[in-house]
């Protein structure tokens, strides 16, 4: 204890002893301890002084290419273009900024001395204040704190942040915060901004006179206005490039042509090569609740090819204009990777140009039909030369008809999707099942089928559901992958990004479009095709691989028959051509029209029409997309074409006229490729055993006394209703000769419609006057007459066209055709009553 008062004789031994009468005064024993803790407080209040986020204005939303080429930018919300800082600044702005600004800017600790003893010195000599002494990190926190009113109390505040900053902050930083913060002009905040608003360029381009007209700026950025101050500008510049060159930073050469180069003007407009998926960006961040969380947006576009791409879907553009379609888009991906590499969401039009094609649901046209191709080559309903029906169709009200007004008869699987024939799609799909086909799309990544399959029903699969333009070119690109076997051994079908894979996350199939949403946040329509689609890890073979790579493979090699539009037209012609796996689509009313390309590099998906839905007669994917989609992968790198999965495929005997598993009485056989793991299919059903005479220009039927030779052979019969169109396009068939007076095991007679126990409605003309059912037959004899009878009338007769009106009533009916040799066929039916 420390005592006060007289002080004693001091001895080696004993303590003071105080005088007498006087009072012994003790020290608080607090008392010593206050300038430690007051020196505490303040160390503590100087270390937090800074904010933890030194600006908290809002960032421009920039967006750059995979190789960091700007693409395009908007405002930021409070009306600046604003770019966040980079990692550096550029070398010749560094230099004329803190020759102009802060000489001794690397050598201070955030406070100049010497500058403020000037500044004190010139603002004593003027009797005002002219010089404010304030260094480069000074200014930053004074950017930082708004720019606040110019006291002596407020520049000792900004002396000691600026001291805290450069103890936190490496010289380059606090340059990078300045650079970033400061004014430049107009409603330009930042040297990247400047840069890119007063000479169309990054900053990293600057040239030594724009690098000094830009350093000063920030003291005076009225300057930068064209007719006013240009002079001092000018000057200003004009100095600051004569010190730099006397400093060693340029020769005498480089002064002189840089005196000479031009002022700013007025304010160049930013490029805008991807502004609907900038915008796409922006509503994803906001719907996520992130909304301006991220200013800068590095995205898998090649500045290049978006750029080429644009320049043609213009110029096409402008020639659909003619015709009243406004709009058009396009779609360009990695097939590999789903990686988005052209993104162009509309053409530049006069109407509806900021509309997103893209994510903008549209009637699919037939752009379905390879996917239900390739699940019924894997699910053994579909072998890939198997003969399919292409006869008059009707399904109770729904009567399909193919695009080219005509019928085949029979025509092979893989020559029926080549030539996208809507009836033998319509009664594939009929076989494998809507609401099984509508889950499989769902499985594959289609997110706009929000009802059940049954409530599309049919009309499915020529353009009964939407879908986008997005969806479309990933499901193309997922039968791609499938054909090459990517990824191994998992889903080969995933949603594109435009955002690139996080490194050490996740593989393609998880990578979504580089950053993942939330459920939640997807549209109601999106959402409800989620909950239809299932949920919960997916375990099954099927699930795991949609499409195998056989099966994929065969159908793509199908698409690549598909006629070509223009010059295209003879492309196997040329040793340069491309193969190219290629389908259309166009809506029903013509209202859209599609085309996709896929090869093993690059994945095409285009649309052509008008945003408000408005069809027009020229508006059909062969005239229109088709021309588009080759022009574009006319400028494409070729690649080569996908390699053969052999171990995927099988080579299986069939019928060489019907493409079936061969029969007893098939001729001829040949190999076809098929899928390994296939089920097996039905034999030929073609093919017969038929009883002729010598001659082979009757058939008999044996009784058991024939005196005459025969002979028995297989013939290929196709039932009367095929046979009647096939015959019109395949000249060397052969139809079986007439019977000998007997009547065969199976009649010669087809109705086409209506079918069996169907319903039909009978509608009613314009005038008011009731309408007819048109009832449609065929016979085998191409010279044979049919009598018709509807239930106990006689209707009348026909030969060669086999087609009558009837007018029945409502109910039920029974309709009878007996040729001349008592050939006879009946059907049943009802006619629905007008409600």
């Given at each position: 204890?420390?005592?006060?008062?007289?002080?004693?004789?001091?001895?080696?031994?004993?303590?003071?002893?105080?005088?007498?009468?006087?009072?012994?005064?003790?020290?608080?024993?607090?008392?010593?301890?206050?300038?430690?803790?007051?020196?505490?407080?303040?160390?503590?209040?100087?270390?937090?002084?800074?904010?933890?986020?030194?600006?908290?204005?809002?960032?421009?939303?920039?967006?750059?290419?995979?190789?960091?080429?700007?693409?395009?930018?908007?405002?930021?919300?409070?009306?600046?273009?604003?770019?966040?800082?980079?990692?550096?600044?550029?070398?010749?702005?560094?230099?004329?900024?803190?020759?102009?600004?802060?000489?001794?800017?690397?050598?201070?600790?955030?406070?100049?001395?010497?500058?403020?003893?000037?500044?004190?010195?010139?603002?004593?000599?003027?009797?005002?204040?002219?010089?404010?002494?304030?260094?480069?990190?000074?200014?930053?926190?004074?950017?930082?704190?708004?720019?606040?009113?110019?006291?002596?109390?407020?520049?000792?505040?900004?002396a000691v942040l600026a001291i805290r900053l450069e103890m936190g902050r490496s010289k380059e930083e606090v340059l990078a915060l300045y650079a970033a913060n400061a004014p430049f002009g107009a409603n330009v905040v930042g040297l990247e901004?400047?840069?890119?608003?007063?000479?169309?360029?990054?900053?990293?381009?600057?040239?030594?006179?724009?690098?000094?007209?830009?350093?000063?700026?920030?003291?005076?950025?009225?300057?930068?206005h064209p007719g006013r101050g240009r002079d001092t500008l000018r000057e200003k510049r004009d100095a600051l490039l004569a010190r730099l060159a006397r400093r060693g930073y340029f020769d005498d050469e480089t002064l002189a042509l840089?005196?000479?180069?031009p002022l700013p003007g007025e304010p160049r407009p930013l490029p805008m090569l991807a502004p609907h998926l900038l915008d796409r960006i922006i509503l994803e961040e906001a719907a996520s609740g992130r909304a301006g969380s991220l200013s800068r947006h590095d995205v898998t576009l090649e500045a290049g090819l978006q750029a080429r791409v644009s320049v043609v879907l213009g110029r096409r553009s402008r020639v659909f204009a003619e015709a009243g379609i406004m709009n058009a888009a396009c779609l360009l991906l990695d097939t590999q990777s789903g990686e988005v590499l052209a993104y162009v969401g509309n053409a530049a039009s006069a109407e509806a140009a900021d509309v997103d094609i893209i994510t903008s649901p549209r009637s699919s046209g037939s752009l379905l039909k390879p996917f239900l191709h390739a699940a019924m080559l894997d699910s053994g309903q579909l072998m890939p030369q198997g003969l399919v029906s292409d006869i008059p169709t009707r399904v109770g009200s729904y009567s399909p008809e193919n695009n080219t007004q005509s019928y085949t008869g029979a025509i092979p699987a893989d020559q029926a999707l080549a030539r996208s024939l809507n009836v033998p799609a319509v009664r594939a799909l009929r076989n494998f099942g809507v609401g099984?086909?509508?889950?499989?799309?769902?499985?594959?990544?289609?997110?706009?089928?929000?009802?059940?399959?049954?409530?599309?029903?049919?009309p499915l699969i020529l353009g009964g559901a939407e879908v986008t333009l997005w969806d479309i070119a990933g499901l193309y690109a997922g039968l791609a992958r499938s054909a090459l076997d990517f990824p191994k051994g998992g889903n080969s079908f995933f949603p594109p990004r435009y955002f690139p894979a996080r490194e050490g996350g996740p593989s393609p199939p998880d990578a979504g479009g580089g950053r993942i949403f939330p459920p939640q946040n997807l549209r109601p329509a999106q959402a409800q095709a989620a909950r239809l689609a299932g949920s919960g890890p997916r375990g099954t073979a099927e699930e795991a691989r949609p499409v195998s790579a056989g099966a994929a493979w065969l159908t793509l090699d199908a698409l690549t028959h598909v006629a070509r539009p223009g010059e295209e037209a003879a492309w196997q012609s040329f040793a340069s051509s491309r193969k190219i796996a290629w389908k259309t689509g166009t809506s029903f009313g013509y209202r859209d029209a599609w085309a996709v390309g896929v090869t093993s590099r690059w994945t095409l998906a285009v649309w052509v029409g008008n945003a408000s839905g408005e069809g027009r007669a020229e508006l059909r994917g062969s005239n229109t997309a088709a021309p588009l989609l080759f022009e574009v992968f006319s400028f494409l790198e070729p690649s080569e074409w996908f390699p053969k999965p052999y171990s995927a495929l099988r080579a299986a005997p069939v019928c060489a006229l019907s493409g079936f598993p061969p029969g007893p009485y098939c001729a001829s056989v040949k190999y076809s490729d098929i899928p390994a793991e296939a089920p097996h299919h039905a034999a030929c059903p073609f093919c017969v055993q038929v009883t002729l005479n010598e001659k082979q220009n009757r058939r008999l039927v044996l009784s058991g006394g024939e005196k005459e030779k025969t002979v028995t052979?297989?013939?290929?019969?196709?039932?009367?209703?095929?046979?009647?169109?096939?015959?019109?396009?395949?000249?060397?068939?052969?139809?079986?000769?007439?019977?000998?007076?007997?009547?065969?095991?199976?009649?010669?007679?087809?109705?086409?419609?209506?079918?069996?126990?169907?319903?039909?409605?009978?509608?009613?003309?314009?005038?008011?006057?009731?309408?007819?059912?048109?009832?449609?037959?065929a016979h085998r004899d191409p010279e044979a007459l049919i009598h018709w009878?509807?239930?106990?009338?006689?209707?009348?007769?026909?030969?060669?066209?086999?087609?009558?009106?009837?007018?029945?009533?409502?109910?039920p009916h029974f309709l009878t055709l007996v040729d001349a040799q008592g050939n006879t066929l009946r059907r049943r039916f009802t006619v629905l009553a007008e409600d």
């Open positions: 204890m420390r005592l006060f008062g007289a002080s004693a004789p001091k001895t080696g031994l004993s303590a003071p002893i105080p005088s007498a009468g006087r009072k012994l005064r003790i020290a608080p024993p607090g008392i010593f301890h206050i300038p430690f803790f007051a020196g505490a407080a303040l160390a503590l209040a100087f270390a937090f002084c800074l904010p933890g986020a030194l600006f908290d204005a809002p960032y421009s939303p920039v967006l750059y290419d995979r190789n960091g080429v700007l693409l395009g930018a908007r405002v930021a919300r409070d009306g600046q273009w604003r770019f966040a800082p980079g990692d550096a600044v550029n070398p010749k702005f560094a230099a004329a900024i803190t020759e102009y600004e802060d000489r001794r800017f690397q050598s201070h600790i955030g406070v100049d001395p010497l500058a403020v003893c000037r500044a004190a010195l010139q603002n004593l000599r003027s009797r005002r204040i002219v010089s404010g002494g304030s260094t480069i990190t000074m200014q930053t926190v004074r950017l930082m704190r708004d720019r606040r009113q110019r006291t002596f109390f407020e520049k000792a505040v900004e901004a400047a840069a890119w608003r007063w000479y169309g360029h990054p900053a990293r381009d600057l040239s030594w006179a724009q690098a000094a007209t830009l350093a000063v700026l920030p003291n005076s950025p009225a300057l930068v840089a005196r000479v180069e099984r086909f509508a889950r499989l799309l769902r499985l594959l990544g289609l997110s706009t089928l929000f009802r059940s399959g049954e409530d599309y029903g049919l052979r297989g013939w290929f019969v196709l039932p009367p209703a095929q046979e009647w169109f096939y015959r019109k396009w395949n000249l060397d068939y052969k139809a079986l000769p007439p019977s000998a007076g007997s009547i065969g095991s199976s009649p010669p007679i087809a109705l086409f419609t209506p079918e069996e126990a169907s319903f039909v409605y009978v509608p009613i003309e314009i005038d008011g006057a009731p309408g007819s059912l048109v009832l449609t037959a009878h509807l239930d106990e009338s006689y209707l009348g007769s026909t030969s060669v066209y086999h087609e009558i009106e009837t007018r029945p009533a409502p109910g």
